[in-house]
Each structure stands twice: as structure tokens, then as C-alpha cells.
């Protein structure tokens, strides 16, 4: 017999045709695995991140995904109006906003 025919086809089963749900426990487990470690904490983190751009208001410091440090000037449906250094202003889309200033420099003091 051809070595490929006898890994894949693996030794017969006392019992003849059993096996059934046994074989597929591990693709099983294998999925659990993914969703519990990945898929749920990616979600968790796009939640938050939306309900945080959601509650952007005028006067909050935020940190742009670029690393453009700024304070919302204006909120529209869609946009903010950031002041950069100076009497500069920036119109950024609200999926551009990382972070929020404040909570980033009592990270970096922890």
C-alpha cells in the first residue's frame, strides 16, 4: 500500500463505523479556540473603539491615528475639525481619531 493511503486513512475502528462526531472534535475545538482568543476580544475592541468615537465631544484632546495631537474644535455626523499647533485646523473623518489625550498620558504614568 502507498504510505499517503495508509496516514490518511488512519487505523479501522474496532467497532467498525464508528467514529462520527469523534472525528471532527478537533476542527471542533480548533474553532472554539479561534473565536474565545481572537475573534470575541477583536469585536470587544471594535465596540469600545466605536462608542468612543461616538462620544467625541468639542474640547476633548484626542490623538489621530497618524499621531496628530489635537482639540476638537467642531463634531458633525461624520467629521470632526481638529486644532493642531497654532490656529491650524485639520477636518479628519471620526474613524481617524485613536485615542483620547488624557487617557494615553495616565497610561504612560502607570
Do not use: C, W
Amino acid at each position: 500500500m502507498n504510505i499517503l493511503h495508509i496516514l490518511l486513512m488512519g487505523q479501522p475502528s474496532p467497532e467498525g463505523e464508528g467514529g462520527g462526531i469523534m472525528s471532527f472534535l478537533p476542527l471542533i475545538l480548533i474553532i472554539v479556540v479561534f473565536y474565545l482568543f481572537f475573534i470575541r476580544p477583536q469585536m470587544r475592541k471594535q465596540k469600545e473603539q466605536r462608542k468612543f468615537r461616538e462620544t467625541l465631544q468639542k474640547g476633548d484632546k484626542v490623538v489621530t491615528i497618524g499621531g496628530i495631537h489635537g482639540k476638537i474644535l467642531e463634531v458633525k455626523e461624520t467629521t470632526i475639525v481638529l486644532q493642531v499647533d497654532g490656529e491650524n485646523r485639520l477636518t479628519l473623518e471620526k474613524s481617524a481619531i485613536a485615542a483620547d489625550k488624557q487617557s494615553q498620558l495616565g497610561e504612560q504614568r502607570k
